[in-house]
């Protein structure tokens, strides 16, 4: 039975941050939603070509809203514990993964795409539970 490399965690860590592995996993599975949503579903199909490539911009607008999908009012809280509190922390994690293998990047692509795509407090803003007024 083969086995499925693991990645060097205290590597990956070293570069990127104190990011727990959860955190990682949810950008590699958000990475593939960001993939379907960009370019359809039919970019399952396609192998790792260059017709599916994300922008780091369009990566954490789909990391945002595969955050809502899979946690809903607590997304934000999730993100946070996991010390996910701006996009630069996206842009960390993907190029540690990038660094480290795990993801492929084009010559165009920096983690100063990342900078600033959106405030996490605007952006989960909406999801925030109020209560009613008396």
């Known amino acids: 039975m083969a086995s499925t ?8 860590r070293e570069k990127a941050g104190p990011y727990p592995p959860q955190a990682y996993q949810f950008v590699r599975e958000g990475l593939a939603h ?5 370019h359809g579903e039919r970019a399952d199909e396609g192998g790792e070509d260059e017709s599916r490539h994300v922008s780091g911009q369009q ?5 945002k809203d595969f955050a809502v999908r899979q946690y809903g009012l607590l997304a934000r809280g999730v993100l946070g514990r996991w010390g996910i509190r701006k996009t630069e922390d996206f842009g960390r994690i993907v190029f540690a ?13 920096t983690i100063e795409d990342f900078q600033g795509v959106f405030e996490f407090d605007e952006a989960f803003a909406d999801l925030t539970p109020h209560s009613p007024r008396a």
């Open 5 to 12: 490399p693991t990645p060097e965690w205290n590597s990956i």
């Open 34 to 38: 960001t993939v379907r949503m960009i």
């Open 59 to 63: 990566l954490c607008l789909g990391l």
């Open 97 to 109: 993964m990038v660094d480290a293998g795990f993801m492929r990047k084009t010559d165009d692509d």
